[in-house]
């Protein structure tokens, strides 16, 4: 079975920060990868997927992540946080029947 | 872009009553559309998939009898969650996906359901 997992529950950084935000999975055969954050009491919004291409996969809100098929990651990351990035980002995985998330991670960006 | 909504965004409802959600596909036709409950602090738990035309396909723990999913059209999925009881409370979102999009999700903004 795939799976993916997020092993911080919480990330803090200061406002202009880097930030990266952890996720590495499991699955057997090519892996779908997707980047997804919620805001309080809100659906979830694409911020960028991976499935074939280059490792460096570009997305929404000035977000990027880097896929490692060495290393099984899939990280997002973000040159400079601002305090509006705060939110639940999860990481999901994809197979033909549906998407599998991770447990999420609080980011906390502090100004 | 994609627009899912659904309906109600909230909902309260006594124990032993029936509450239907709505979700739709605004702007493109959803071949398929997945059901999600979200409890505080925690993931989502898919519920169960829904093609167009055909039976939902529930996860394994999820009560089709008490969960029922219809999904009548290529822009409508419906969840009713019949004889609701105050641990069925929670966050309820729905997904869509059109056919040949690279498995992307559009969400909906979710249903808080409430059951006194």
């Known amino acids: 079975a795939q799976s993916v997992a997020q092993p911080e529950d919480q990330v803090n950084v200061a406002e202009g920060n880097p930030l990266t935000v952890k996720c590495t999975y499991s699955?057997?055969?090519?892996?779908?990868l997707f980047w997804y954050v919620q805001y309080p009491n809100r659906g979830l919004q694409f911020l960028l997927k991976y499935i074939t291409g280059d490792n460096l996969v570009k997305g929404s809100y000035g977000f990027e992540a880097e896929f490692n098929k060495s290393q099984t990651s899939f990280h997002l990351k973000k040159p400079s946080a601002l305090v509006s990035d705060s939110a639940l980002y999860f990481c999901?995985?994809?197979?033909?029947?549906?998407?599998?998330f991770g447990s999420g991670t609080r980011l906390q960006v502090q100004p | 872009g994609a627009v899912v909504s659904q309906h109600p965004s909230w909902v309260i409802c006594k124990s032993g009553t029936s509450v239907k959600i709505e979700c739709r596909s605004l702007d493109f036709q959803a071949t398929t559309m997945f059901w999600y409950r979200q409890f505080p602090k925690q993931s989502l738990m898919l519920m169960a998939t829904s093609n167009e035309g055909s039976k939902a396909t529930y996860e394994q723990g999820v009560e089709k009898d008490k969960f029922l999913i219809n999904h009548a059209s290529l822009t409508l999925s419906t969840l009713t969650v019949t004889s609701a009881h105050p641990e069925d409370s929670s966050f309820y979102i729905c997904?869509?996906?059109?056919?040949?999009?690279?498995?992307?999700?559009?969400f909906g903004p979710g249903t808080r359901l409430t059951v006194t």
């Open positions: 699955v057997s055969g090519n892996p779908y």
């Open positions: 997904s869509a996906e059109e056919a040949g999009g690279w498995y992307e999700q559009y």
């Open positions: 999901a995985v994809r197979d033909p029947r549906a998407l599998t």
